[in-house]
């Protein structure tokens, strides 16, 4: 899932000729990630970005990759990672924490899930790439990690959590991205083991774009937003 929003400036021209860092700016996110960050938390608050800077145009893309930060219609990125990524400017966004999530139909279909071993008569659900964080979480449950590579494997992380929604197995899900579907009920958690996943979400750009006032103004709008829905556990469990 690699959602990118190009922001082109609206209405009449400026007297004087703008700069092209006061025109617009482009928000991308990549990277091997957990579905749901753009897809669903991003999507679901974009349009009070838009209130409060009603002059930007927002425009969602897919399938950006970090190296394109060169490229002159790639401002910020949201990407999800170990926060390493030299010379350029990084700023942290968010942890999580994983856990397995499947839907209340699929877990009424199969009997509560009385241990974690239950896990190996049902479909396990994995995004291409990530079968890491399934097999520290099944180690750590004391399941065979290997079971991390049996199940399906969707190349797009927004299709196996829809997988997952639509009772078609357990997908590994996490407290940040799927917070909105557990809420509802679309979603449950059936294991009270959630582990702090190695990877966060970061805010990364060349320093030259990140001092325009577009990227800085998103930067800012997306920490507050965060810092006031979300309160992340520190603990290492």
């Known amino acids: 899932m690699h959602p990118c929003a190009y922001a082109p400036a609206r209405g009449p ?3 004087q000729p703008r700069r ?11 990277g091997q990630s957990k579905p749901g960050f ?19 145009k927002i425009v969602l893309q897919t399938q950006t990759l970090l190296e394109n930060v060169a490229n002159e219609d790639i401002d910020v990125f949201i990407t999800f990672g170990n926060g390493h990524w030299p010379e ?18 699929f877990l009424h279909q199969h009997g509560m899930f009385k241990d974690p071993k239950d896990l190996s008569n049902v479909p396990l659900l994995n995004i291409l790439g990530d079968e890491t964080d399934w097999e520290i979480w099944l180690t750590a449950a004391g399941v065979d990690p290997f079971l991390a590579r049996s199940g399906i494997t969707f190349h797009d992380g927004n299709l196996c959590y829809n997988a997952a929604v639509y009772s078609q197995g357990v997908a590994l899900g996490d407290d940040f991205t799927c917070r909105a579907a557990l ?13 702090r996943g190695r990877r966060s979400y970061y805010l990364v ?14 930067g800012s709008w997306i920490k507050t937003e965060i810092m006031a829905n979300h309160t992340e556990d520190d603990g290492e469990a």
């Open 13 to 15: 021209p400026a007297r």
């Open 20 to 30: 092209r860092s006061d025109r617009r700016a482009c928000l991308s996110h990549q």
């Open 38 to 56: 753009a897809g669903g938390w991003l999507c679901s608050r974009i349009a009070k970005f838009n209130g409060a800077f009603p002059e930007v």
């Open 88 to 105: 350029m400017s990084v700023s942290y966004l968010v942890g999580i924490r994983i856990s397995p999530v499947c839907s209340p139909v």
């Open 183 to 195: 809420a509802s009920g679309m979603l449950v958690m059936p294991f009270d083991l959630s582990l």
């Open 205 to 218: 750009s060349s320093p030259a774009k990140a001092e325009m006032p577009t990227v800085a103004a998103f």
